[in-house]
Every structure is written in C-alpha cells, then in structure tokens.
C-alpha cells in the first residue's frame, strides 16, 4: 500500500539517485599511464544487420520469411572461435579484415521498449529513460576531455558536459585561437584570485556545484591549452573530422570521440528498406577508412592509433525481418530491439573472432518458447540464449524468457569497462537488482 | 489508509514526478548564462548604441560560440553546453582575455582607440580615471563601485565586491594601469556571479 511514509521513501530516493547519478562521473578512477582510447562510430536510426554481419541465406527469402532486396547470397563468415555467421553484400568493403574486427552478433538491446529513444539510451547509459553515459566513464581524470562528438545523438545523457561538439572547422580555429592566446597560468595572480571566488562560491546546489567545476576546471582547462597548441591539423580547406580525432587522440586531450553519422536506416518504407544494401556498404566503407586512418597514423616510433584505440560500431537495434501487413515484395522493416550486431576492433579486443548468434537460421527453425513470448515468431531475429563461460551461443530453447540468459548491450559496456579498467562498482547492472551482465572475456586480448 | 486517501497520495506523487521532469528541463540554474546573452549583458552595462563588439568573434566563431552554451531553437528548448568544463572555461579565458586586453590600451590614451568608441561615455570615463593608477583618484573606492556595478550590477553578493576591491588595491601596487584595467574587468568577467545563472 502506499502510504505516506513509502511516499516519502520514493520520491526522496528518486531525488537522491538523481543528485548521484549526476555525480558519477566525477569519481575517481584507477590512474592510467598506457594510452587507451575510444572511438565509436554511430549510425543512428536502427541500421538492418542482416545486410551486414547478420545475414540470412537466400533460401530464407525465397521462403518469404525474411526479405533481402539484395538478391546477393551472403558468404560464410567463420570466427576464429568457431562460431559463424552469414556476411551479406554490404560487408564487401570489409572483406579483408577479417583478422582487425570482432563482429558480436545476437545482442538484446532493452526488452521492454522498442523506440529509438529508449534504445539509444538503453546503448549509452544502461536505462532506457537515459543516465549516466558510459562514454565518459571511460575517462580517467588525467585527460582534460572527456570526447569530441561529431554530429548529433538524440539520447538523455546527465554526464555529457566534458563531451564536446565539434566541427573540423571549429578544431581549426580553436587551434589558431589558442595559438594566438597567452597561456592560462593558474598560478598567477589574477587566475589565483578567480579561483579564489570559485572556491567561496562552491557547494552542492546548481550555483555553487557549477562554482565548484568552474574552480576544477580550470587546471584542466590550461592542459588543455597547452596540448591544443601542439594539435597538427593540415592546412587545407576541408579536414577530415578524423584527422581531429587523431590529434586530439596523439596530444592526450580527449579519451574519447564519437562520429555520429545519420543515413536512412529507418526503413520502415519499403523505399528505403531498398537502399539498405547500399547503406549497409555505406558503414562498412566508413568502418574499413576508420581501421584504415588508425591503422596509418603512428601515435608514436612503436605503436600505431590502432594499437591504442578501441573502435565500436553500432547503431540502436537491428531491424525485423518483414512487415506482417506488408505485401512481401514491398515490404519495409521495423525495430527489432531483440537483436542487435555490433563491430569491434583494436585496442584490447581479440579480433577476427565472431561472438554470439541470432536464431531464424533456416526456414523451418523451431523457435524457444522464450522468443515466442517476446513475438509471435513471424517478425524478430532474436539473439540465443548465450554461455558466457565458453564464449559461445547456446543450442537449448528456453521456455521462458530470463534476460540473464542472453547476451546483451550491458555485457558488452561491461566488457569495454574491463578493457579500460573501471571500477566494478560503475558496471552496467540487468533491471531490477537482476545482477550486472557478464564481461565477455573471450573478446578480450 | 482508505482508499481515497491512497488515491490522493497516488496523484501527488504522480504530480510530483511531473513537476520535477518539467523543472528538469526547464531550469537551468547553475549553467552559463550562455554566449548569446552574455554579449547582451556586456551591451546593456557597457557599451554604447554604436558598438559592434560580438563575443563570438573574440571566441573566434559562432560555432565555438555555442560551446559556451547556446538555445538551439525551433521546439528545442533544451539549453545546450552550459555546464562548467575545461573546455567552455578555456574559452570564456581566451574570449574575456581579449576584450579586458582591448579594454586595458584604452589607457594608452588614444581617441582612435576602437573600444574607446565602443564604451558608454560614463564607463569610459571612469575607465580613464582607472587609467591614472596608483593615483589616489584611481584608488577611490567609489569608482570601483561603479565599475564593478557596471558589468555586473546587483547580481553578486557584497562579499564578491569587497574581495575585488581588496584583491586589487593590495596586490597592484606596481602594476602598469593597462594591467591593473585588464586584470580587474577580466576578473570581474571570469566571476560566477557573472557567468552563471541563477
């Protein structure tokens, strides 16, 4: 019953969470001397996986249960771990780098909602309503940025203001800028009284918080302008946002950096569902110049950025395989928040392996009484229930759907946290004190 | 509890819960004030009807301009980048440090001066006097006031004005006057009280 004593147990919960939750970030983290940074490259919308690393055979098609406007049989993509899976047309650019990127197939986002703001969320921060972002966990406090974004994420992200957006262009001015600027001194005279004032000002209330960053930012702040000096773009008219990153990566400024890049990959249409092998081609070519740029940038005599960076492509869901009340050859797709595929590479990452699996394999597949629970079987690839000590998909069909059965999003965050050394008091937990998703050790290296 | 009484709480809490979201999204207490309305702020206390000072040129673009917090507009009402980080402080430093530089050569006296065209004749008239230091005129402490209140009128407490005034008058003894002109607006810039909402 709720009574006025449980009313007052929640809401004042609810605000204490929240005050915390805005103060996540700020922890303190195991400092890191090896250089470790994160690079995710975002295609918003909900891109169709099965034009990627989760293809289907064309048998499949031809039985009207998955549509491919392709026409294209995808090839067989075997793992290193011996897991496989289908590479569909889109994947071509991406042929040759089987040994640079680990592809994680199966991956349930948020099985309560299937919006894209709820997923999106439920990718960045672990709760559909939105959070903490784990992006800028991923920061140690050595670093005076926490990332650089290039284009937009629509996502409710509470720890997103050391997150900076930034254009190529910007970048350039910035560096002239600070270039022409005297050096910030914190130790000087007038910056010892400025800090001063931010010190009497600060406490916990949203003045006197934001005295208080004022007051900490500023030693960062003059790192910060120290290091931007030193950024080498090139002087042409239009620099390419990763020659930003990789400087901003090279000069220790920023941890992270994200490149979000809007396509048409919500294809409900069946227009644009048409497109979708193009799109798919699309990412990969991004993906394989990503590899590529890390690849041929030195960071320093020995190592190149590649060597020191991880690299996550993704998007906020797949894809369902039809539209039930579409006619089959003109049908588009809908968001299917039970499966997802997700590419890694580099730093940390045990790569050319394929981890995890969806179900739908062939025609006539029986599916577990789980998936059926969830969708009544015509529409969703679901990803299989997942054994987290072999690193493998399971074969058993579950006859009720327990989340901690699958390999999710939160396995995955987890994963990157362990690769970046977060505190296991930061990981990702399953809802309702249902545990924290496994770290999938296989993907480390 | 009865029945009525559970549905009444029910309702409070779900009123609550949607005052705190609406709050949420609509305060922005505690974010900068953002680079639009500040250089608003510099024209209402400073400068005069001709000026063509724009803060985001001394920040270096419109773009950068918005890291300093800017309304996106349209249905967006979310108030973007205005929380406290190195960056956005680096960059109210590089702004303020420009204009308080281009504040301070107005002590060289020259008429050509292009912020001395820009200046309210009242500012630039105490700015001047300011110009004499350490002459017991540049040490009056009510042309402190009345600069300080220029920039930033009642919006900090007292303490904010006496620390200012202390701070100057004891460790400027021998600093140029362009130093001490361009120090203590920029201090004054670089005050929460000026930067922030509240």
């Known amino acids: 019953m709720l009574t006025r004593r449980n009313f007052l147990k929640v809401s004042l919960g609810g605000a204490t969470l929240c005050v915390l939750d805005s103060f996540a970030p700020m922890m303190s983290w195991a400092a890191q001397n090896e250089p470790h940074y994160f690079l995710h490259l975002i295609f918003p919308g909900g891109f169709d996986c099965t034009y990627m690393f989760d293809g289907r055979p064309l048998s499949m098609t031809k039985a009207q249960k998955i549509q491919n406007y392709s026409g294209v049989e995808p090839n067989l993509w075997e793992g290193s771990n011996g897991t496989s899976t289908w590479a569909a047309v889109g994947t071509k650019p991406l042929e040759s780098y089987k040994n640079d990127i680990t592809i994680v197939n199966g991956v349930l986002m948020t099985p309560a909602f299937d919006g894209h703001l709820q997923n999106m969320n439920y990718l960045l921060t672990g709760n559909p309503f939105g959070g903490a972002s784990f992006m800028p966990l991923l920061n140690t406090e050595s670093l005076p940025l926490d990332g650089i974004i290039s284009g937009d994420i629509y996502a409710d992200q509470v720890n997103f203001s050391n997150f900076v957006p930034l254009t190529s262009a910007d970048a350039k001015t910035l560096v002239e800028s600070v270039r022409l600027k005297t050096p910030l001194n914190p130790t000087n005279q007038v910056w010892q009284y400025i800090n001063s004032r931010y010190a009497a000002n600060s406490g916990k209330r949203s003045f006197s918080s934001s005295a208080a960053k004022m007051n900490s930012s500023i030693p960062s702040a003059a790192r910060l302008e120290e290091y931007i000096r030193g950024v080498e773009l090139p002087n042409s008219e239009s620099i390419p946002f990763l020659d930003v990153v990789g400087q901003f990566f090279k000069k220790g400024i920023s941890r992270s950096a994200v490149i979000s890049e809007q396509l048409a990959t919500d294809a409900h249409a069946a227009v644009d569902a048409k497109k979708c092998p193009a799109m798919a081609e699309t990412i990969a070519t991004r993906t394989r110049d990503t590899i590529n740029f890390l690849k041929n940038t030195p960071y320093d005599d020995k190592r190149s950025l590649f060597d020191v960076t991880t690299l996550m492509v993704s998007s906020e869901f797949s894809r369902t395989m039809l539209q039930k009340e579409a006619n089959f050859d003109e049908t588009g797709t809908d968001h299917n928040n039970f499966n997802n595929s997700i590419i890694l590479a580099g730093k940390k990452i045990k790569m050319g392996q394929v981890i995890g699996q969806s179900d739908w394999r062939t025609a006539d597949e029986a599916l577990s009484k789980a998936h059926l629970a969830m969708d009544d079987g015509t529409k969703r690839l679901f990803g299989k229930p997942f054994d987290f000590a072999a690193g493998k998909p399971r074969a058993d069909l579950p006859e009720e759907f327990k989340i901690q059965d699958y390999l999710t999003v939160g396995s995955v965050i987890n994963t990157l946290y362990s690769a970046f050394g977060v505190d296991e008091k930061h990981f990702r937990e399953f809802e309702r004190n249902g545990g924290k998703p496994p770290v999938i050790s296989q993907l480390l290296g | ?198």
Not at chain 2, 74 to 81: I, K, Y
Not at chain 2, 115 to 131: F, G, I, P, S
């Open chain 2, 1 to 198: 509890m009865g029945g009525s009484g559970e549905v009444k709480m029910r309702l409070a809490l779900a009123l609550l819960l949607i005052c705190t979201g609406a709050l949420g999204k609509l305060d922005n207490s505690g974010e900068f004030f953002g680079a639009r309305n500040t250089n608003k702020k510099i024209y209402q206390g400073l400068l005069n009807g001709t000026a063509t000072f724009q803060l985001s040129e001394y920040v270096g673009s419109d773009a950068l301009g918005n890291l300093l917090g800017y309304q996106p507009g349209g249905l967006d009402t979310t108030f973007r980048n205005g929380i406290p980080n190195p960056t956005n402080m680096m960059l109210w430093s590089l702004a303020f440090e420009k204009f308080s530089h281009d504040i301070g050569k107005v002590c060289h006296g020259n008429s050509d001066d292009s912020m001395a065209k820009q200046l309210r004749e009242d500012v630039l008239a105490d700015v001047l006097t300011l110009c004499s230091w350490p002459s017991d005129k540049a040490r009056d402490e009510e042309l402190w006031d009345r600069l300080w209140l220029y920039a930033l009128a009642y919006d900090a407490p007292e303490s904010e004005v006496v620390a200012w005034k202390t701070f100057f008058m004891t460790s400027y003894e021998v600093s140029t006057p362009e130093q001490l002109v361009s120090d203590a607006f920029f201090s004054i810039f670089m005050n929460p009280h000026y930067l922030l909402r509240k």
